[in-house]
């Protein structure tokens, strides 16, 4: 089966721009969670979406932002970007309730802020 | 403020030998540990899991130990192979889809 398809692999982007980034999950999977990975600081969860609807949120400012369709395909858009949001943003899919255990990964979009 | 922390940024290991990768965490309101693996340029894979009612899960060379008086988990991979070399992450959970991740550790597994 196809994997969990992120896009684009890598991004640059100037200091206050915008981006968005796209996450197309597993066939029949419904739960897409985003995070973000940087030196150090492991990854840290952002927000997760399931059947169209925010379920969870981590700790990030309101920049970061995200949405799913219908067809369980995500985006994650981060507005007015900063340095510091260089980092490696993957997003995993599960059926629902996986705890972790049913999490496919994507390969991740590189996001370098200039 | 870390509630799952990798205090080991490397470490490095002569093929066949024992890999041991430690994990502390601080919020008691885990209950669902996991480990992760990622190689460069790939998202992170399952490796193995524990539940908090358990204090071991083996899974052919991998298992995972978990002391929650000490709120500590390991991994230990025996033997270990070249192909073991990546940046580990252990994760925690209490509850839906949401995963708090240590820093990671890099494993060099020597030839």
């Known amino acids: 089966k196809a994997g969990v398809t992120q896009t684009p692999r890598y991004l640059i982007k100037t200091r206050g721009q915008q981006v968005t980034l796209s996450c197309s999950p597993i066939?029949?999977?419904?739960?897409v969670s985003w995070y973000q990975q940087t030196p150090g600081q492991g990854l840290q969860f952002l927000f997760e979406y399931f059947s169209e609807t925010q379920r969870n949120k981590g700790n990030f400012p309101g920049r970061f932002s995200g949405r799913q369709f219908s067809n369980s395909r995500s985006e994650m858009n981060v507005s007015t970007l900063e340095l510091g949001d260089s980092a490696l943003y993957l997003c995993a899919s599960s059926l629902d309730w996986a705890r972790g255990y049913g999490y496919t990964f994507g390969s991740g979009t590189r996001l370098t802020v200039v | 403020d870390q509630q799952v922390k990798q205090n080991s940024p490397s470490l490095s290991v002569q093929e066949g030998r024992i890999s041991i990768l430690n994990c502390d965490y601080t919020n008691s309101m885990f209950d669902y540990f996991l480990w992760y693996k990622k190689y460069p340029a790939e998202g992170p894979t399952f490796l193995i899991s524990?539940?908090?009612?358990?204090d071991k899960n083996e899974d052919g060379r991998f298992t995972v130990f978990l002391n929650k008086s000490a709120k500590h988990l390991s991994l230990h991979i025996v033997p270990s192979q070249p192909g073991d070399s990546a940046v580990y992450f252990c994760a925690a959970n209490n509850a839906g889809n949401m995963l708090t991740f240590g820093g990671g550790t890099r494993l060099m597994v020597k030839p």
């Open positions: 524990i539940s908090s009612i358990k």
């Open positions: 066939s029949g999977h419904r739960s």
